[in-house]
């Protein structure tokens, strides 16, 4: 099955800065690749994804790449605010199934 | 968020015991997931419903069981509960409200915090 690796795992960056989190995935079959932001005792919330026919995807300050040659894909975080402190994980669909990275911890200091 | 709702909410239970969980969705979404949280682990599959008595196995299957006898409630159950099973479980849905819509996109519910003592 697909085995999709995270790092880092713990992530801190001063407020205005960017951040960034890359994720790599074994099934080269994998066609969608979500990123979830989780808060303390809440649940994943999606934030951006991207499909394997698109390299590049950007909303507001959040903007995820995806090199499907190389089989990584990245998630960029610009002008941080404290409120982006959260637990992201990303993901991989291969079939119908998703498979998640074991998560990155990011603090915004201020 | 998405019209997920998972019961309980949190649960205490002893070992050897079964234990149901329930989620129900009201978006009409074909794919329904149960996943379990533990700390360094992320999120792994247990199993998934892709239609009405459709289910397969996840990557952590063993010890749980399903049952979707209706597009919008899946039901996980334990067997027999061990402390091993102690975790945050996740009901999750995707696949969009058309047949030929395809839309990935997968949304969660509130999460069930479940102890086995």
């Known amino acids: 099955g697909e085995n999709v690796e995270q790092h880092p795992s713990t992530l801190s960056v001063q407020e205005g800065d960017s951040a960034v989190i890359k994720c790599t995935y074994s099934?080269?079959?994998?066609?969608?690749f979500p990123w979830y932001k989780q808060e303390l005792g809440k649940r994943p919330q999606l934030i951006i994804d991207i499909r394997s026919n698109v390299g590049e995807k950007k909303d507001q300050r959040i903007a995820v790449t995806l090199n499907k040659t190389a089989k990584h894909f990245s998630l960029h975080i610009t002008e941080t605010q404290p409120e982006d402190s959260a637990v992201y994980f990303c993901?991989?669909?291969?079939?119908?199934?998703?498979?998640f990275g074991t998560g990155t911890s990011l603090t915004v200091i201020p | 968020d998405a019209g997920i709702t998972q019961s309980p909410r949190h649960k205490v239970t002893e070992t050897g015991t079964p234990v149901t969980l329930r989620c129900h969705q009201t978006e009409n979404h074909r794919y329904m997931y149960w996943y379990r949280q533990d700390p360094g682990h992320g999120l792994r599959l247990i199993h998934y419903?892709?239609?009405?008595?459709?289910?397969d196995k996840g990557e952590v299957s063993d010890g749980y069981s399903v049952s979707r006898s209706k597009t919008e409630d899946f039901l996980l159950t334990l067997e027999s509960a061990t402390s091993s099973q102690t975790s945050v479980y996740f009901c999750a849905i995707s696949g969009g409200r058309y047949e030929k819509q395809i839309n990935y996109e997968q949304y969660f519910g509130p999460g069930t915090r479940l102890t086995v003592t």
């Open positions: 419903s892709y239609g009405v008595k459709d289910t």
């Open positions: 099934d080269s079959a994998s066609n969608y």
């Open positions: 993901a991989a669909m291969g079939g119908n199934q998703f498979y």
